[in-house]
């Protein structure tokens, strides 16, 4: 983690964004350790790293009914919060909640749908938007690569 990493983050996080580094770092492999993590050779098993997200992401932390004013039926039922952590399960993270100025683990939470996520290393960001598709004959397709649209420039010149 680096310094331009945290510039939209307060400064009395900054131990929670060293936490949050270690805990990443316990989950890579080492050569020293024979490209095994130092988690796997303290634990005697795999770890899964599914519910990794980059510090900061924002979350949103639901508010259990009972905790709920009475008569709150329009009040919101969840808090806007940030990742600052993990806690030793899977399953429970630390959050930091702005309009509380507090940190404290939660087990319901939900990211932010636009922020991060692993998945979107994978998606195929489409190149162009339906406007510019051209509406081909019955029986063709669409080219796929640049070389395949070139090619079937070439071929409707001629």
Known sequence: MDRPSLDNVPASLWAE???WACYIKNRLPHSALMNKTPYEVLFQKKL?????RPFY???YVYIA???RAVGSKLDARALEGHLVGYMETTCIFRVYIPSQHKVDAYRQVKFEPSSYTSS???TPRPTSNNADQQILPH???????????????VTQQQ
């Open 17 to 19: 964004a060293f936490n």
């Open 48 to 52: 899964t790293i599914s519910h990794l």
């Open 57 to 59: 992401t924002k979350y």
């Open 65 to 67: 009914e009972e905790k």
């Open 120 to 122: 979107d290393m994978h």
């Open 139 to 153: 029986g063709h397709s669409q080219p796929t690569s640049p070389s395949d649209q070139l090619q079937s420039e």
